[in-house]
C-alpha cells in the first residue's frame, strides 16, 4: 500500500502552532487559553449572589392533600 503524503501547509501550520505555544510557555511560564472569558471578581453577579442566598423569600407549608 501507499503512504499518503501530507500536506505541507498542514505540516508548516503545526510547527508554527508548536513553536508559539513553547514561546508563551518560555515567556509566561505556562500556555494562555486564549477563548476562556475570565469574569471579574468585583463585578456583580447576580446568579452567584442568589445561589449564596440559602434561605427562601417564603415559606410553603407542606400538608398533605388529603387533610
Known amino acids: 500500500m501507499k503512504q499518503k503524503k501530507k500536506h505541507s501547509v498542514m505540516e508548516q501550520v ?3 502552532r508548536k513553536q ?5 510557555i ?8 486564549y477563548r476562556k ?3 471579574s471578581k468585583k463585578q456583580y453577579n447576580r ?7 440559602e434561605v427562601l423569600p417564603y ?7 388529603g387533610e
Not at 20 to 24: A, L, S
Not at 26 to 33: E, L
Open 14 to 16: 503545526k510547527a508554527a
Open 26 to 33: 518560555q515567556t509566561h511560564g505556562k500556555s494562555i487559553n
Open 47 to 53: 446568579k452567584k449572589n442568589k445561589a449564596d442566598d
Open 37 to 39: 472569558v475570565m469574569e
Open 59 to 65: 415559606l410553603l407549608p407542606l400538608t398533605p392533600k
Open 20 to 24: 508559539n505555544r513553547e514561546e508563551e
